[in-house]
């Protein structure tokens, strides 16, 4: 076997971020899966710079394990090798605004027809009803979620997250929803249609404040790096940078004093639960400061988290990669051979039966077209 998924077909309909990179994880997982673009190609082709031999990084990221042809849907003899597609499909993904398929005949309703096992994946970005007139971009949703009203200093403006965050958190919940739809299919033989909007998984994805509001009614607010609810929950600065410091617990804050060499902080009644902590937050900062200043942020990473006291530098990307290599997590993997080698992020997941595999490079427009043309049936091809 190649993977958990080995023997699934999936029609990718989808471009930009969210379903590709749904896709690309199913890929790893051993799924076929045939990425289905416009004449001009998904749009992150044209995302650059940064590039890697004239390709954009973007596309590379979210697109290996792939095979590519490129369809136009305003053609019929073309759409018609997309439905033949969506026959044939155990899964069909798609992020086009609702009922923007339907004139190619490939909805739901009319694909389940000639397909009924298809688990029939949509990503929009405010659902099926009222909203579904409204672009979904993932700058959008953390606008109107409400995330960019948690980001940023309490004084200064509201900012975005520094990556489409909901697109990739709604990527996560379709391959989900997917994998549910499959053991469903698997047990009844019948496939359905399987529904993801940016906003919901945004809102789901703001967690305690979300839930601030809708069980306490409460309207959270920024706070910088600050934790409204936990403290220390941090970056506190060092010699040199600031270190992110985590002792959300009691016995973790003990820990965190003794090795300041502070122990008898840590039995000041004033900061003895984390509900003290926290609403003293601004006479305990100083206290753990003034030691941490007497080292650098490195160095206090070692000590700490050798004593059990979750913290962590606050790296760029590089000193990122770097970490998940100290740590073993082999973070890059080669995919293709030659001159279509490309280096690409590893899957998340490790597999100790069905271990996930990196069987195709990103692929170039249309790269496979003649071979899935002739197996769809394209009697021209």
């Known amino acids: 076997m190649t993977g958990p998924l080995d023997g699934i077909l999936v029609a990718d309909f989808s471009r930009i971020l969210a379903g590709p990179y749904a896709t690309m994880l199913l890929a790893d997982m051993g799924a076929d899966v045939v990425k289905v673009e416009g004449p001009k190609g998904d749009d992150t082709r044209s995302w650059m710079p940064p590039v890697r031999d004239g390709e954009s990084t973007y596309y590379l990221g979210i697109n290996r394990g792939k095979r590519s042809i490129a369809l136009d849907l305003r053609d019929e003899a073309d759409a018609e090798l997309g439905r033949e597609l969506a026959r044939r499909a155990d899964v069909l993904i798609e992020n086009f605004k609702p009922g923007g398929l339907d004139r190619y005949g490939l909805d739901y309703n009319s694909v389940r027809a000639d397909n009924s096992g298809l688990i029939y994946a949509s990503i929009t970005g405010f659902g099926t009803g009222a909203g579904r007139h409204v672009p979904g971009y993932d700058l959008m949703v953390q606008a109107i979620s409400g995330l960019m009203s948690l980001t940023g200093d309490p004084d200064g403006p509201p900012y975005r997250a520094g990556i489409s965050v909901f697109d990739v958190m709604a990527g996560n919940h379709a391959v989900i929803g997917i994998l549910a739809a499959l053991r469903h299919r698997d047990a009844t033989g019948r496939g359905q249609h399987v529904e993801v909007n940016l906003l919901s998984s945004a809102l789901t994805g703001l967690v305690n404040h979300s839930s601030a509001f809708a069980a306490g ?35 973790q804050f003990r820990r965190l004093c003794e090795v300041l060499g502070i122990p008898e902080v840590a039995d000041d009644p004033s900061f003895a639960s984390n509900a003290d902590r926290t609403e003293n937050r601004e006479q305990l900062r100083p206290l753990l400061t003034d030691r941490l200043v007497e080292r650098g942020a490195v160095e206090w990473f070692d000590l700490l988290v050798e004593a059990g006291v979750p913290c962590g530098p606050i790296n760029t990307i590089d000193g990122g990669f770097a970490m998940a290599e100290r740590f073993e ?51 021209d091809a």
């Open 217 to 251: 009614g409460v309207v959270p607010y920024r706070m910088g790096n600050a934790h409204p609810s936990v403290f220390p929950y941090e970056p506190l600065p060092t010699k040199d940078n600031d270190l992110i410091v985590a002792a959300a617990n009691d016995s």
């Open 329 to 379: 997590l082999d973070p890059i993997v080669e995919v293709g051979a030659g001159g279509r080698a490309v280096p690409t992020t590893r899957h998340p997941i490790r597999f100790s039966a069905t271990p996930v595999s990196y069987s195709l490079p990103p692929p170039e427009l249309d790269e496979h077209g003649v071979e899935l043309r002739k197996w769809l049936g394209d009697k």
